[in-house]
């Protein structure tokens, strides 16, 4: 049976990944190695939490005798690694914390992986799941390519970058075997309500100010987070040693008119007449150093493995909008802090 690590299993994306893998491959066993910090949270996981092939692990990437010993214990196959720091606001008041989880705690599972797959690195994959940000900014044409140079801005982009370029020197001075993904913008369920899209839909639905920072002019290109876990799933099973990939929706929305879009959106479902949300828009002071454009060019993917995205984002956005309404006691216990509280006492009383 092959046993796959998974971190950061218990976020948004790492999710979606963790329940893709539960249920497609019942052959394979799946670890789920996971801090639970505040973007932590096991209810995004409730309903594969008993399945047999699946296990969670509590613990800190950051903490090298801990990984050390799991991976001595579970004598994994593979890695697909996810744990990070995610949100760039956060790494600009706190720098320092996104060196440790994203650099350090990458290069701690690197050489935890290392140590133990001497002599068998063609069996083992160490699959690292990065950004588009790490390319930097656009102007307002061109796409970022797998051949585009590296050119970070923000503590959580240059953060990304240093681990992305750590993944490259293990396969490069130690032969071992790894894959890097760069993707784009992800909206969908479980979506921690820090981000711009879960932000505005809470905002909007509480008729609370939706913070738009600067202009609006910034532009994002949004992906369904599980067109992302599919793509994942994709290049973790056919792409060859030492590869990268882009993942993107082709899908580029200034913040300004996915906002609007939103609102009108909300309208329909709660039952307003059509403005009223999106009298709630709040231009706030710009996030200091803000990237203007992100804009993917998946072709790569889409020639080599045959991924394109499987949903527009008019229904995409109308999925997650249903999917917030649906489950507003995910979503304010979540604002609440009351999820962090109920998992944190149930593992540590096990
Ligand atoms: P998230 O913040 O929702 O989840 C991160 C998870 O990592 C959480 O469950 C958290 O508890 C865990 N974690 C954090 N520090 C840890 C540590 N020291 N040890 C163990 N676990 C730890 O993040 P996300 O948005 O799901 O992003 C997942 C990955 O995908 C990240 O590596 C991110 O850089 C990358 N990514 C995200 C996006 C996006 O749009 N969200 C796009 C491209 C790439
Ligand atoms: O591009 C991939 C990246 O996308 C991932 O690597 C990051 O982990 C993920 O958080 C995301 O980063 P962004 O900074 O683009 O996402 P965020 O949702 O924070 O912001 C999206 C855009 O909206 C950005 O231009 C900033 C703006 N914004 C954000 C917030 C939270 C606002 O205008 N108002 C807000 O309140």
Redesign the pocket.
Known sequence: MKKIIITGGAGFIGSHVVRRFVKSYPEYSIINLDKLTYAGNLANLKDIENAPNYKFVKGDIVDLKFIQQLFADEQPDAVIHLAAE????RSITNPVEFVMTNVVGTVNLLNAARESWKGEYDKKRFYHVS???VYGTLGDDGMFTEETAYDPHSP?SAS?ASSDHFVRAYYDTYGMDTVISN????YGSFHFP????P?AIHNIQQSKPV???GK?E?I?DWLWVEDHARAIDLIFHKAATGTTYNIGGHNEWK?IDLIKTLCTIMDKKLGREAGESAKLITFVTD?AG?DLR?AIDATKLKNELGWVPSITFEEGLEKTVDWYLANEEWLSDVTSGHYQQYYTDQYNNR
């Open positions: 995610s949100h760039v606001d950004t588009d940000e959580y990304k993707c784009s913008n992800n820090e981000k711009l899209i932000l913070p738009v920072y609006g910034n994002r913040n996030r803000h992100y």
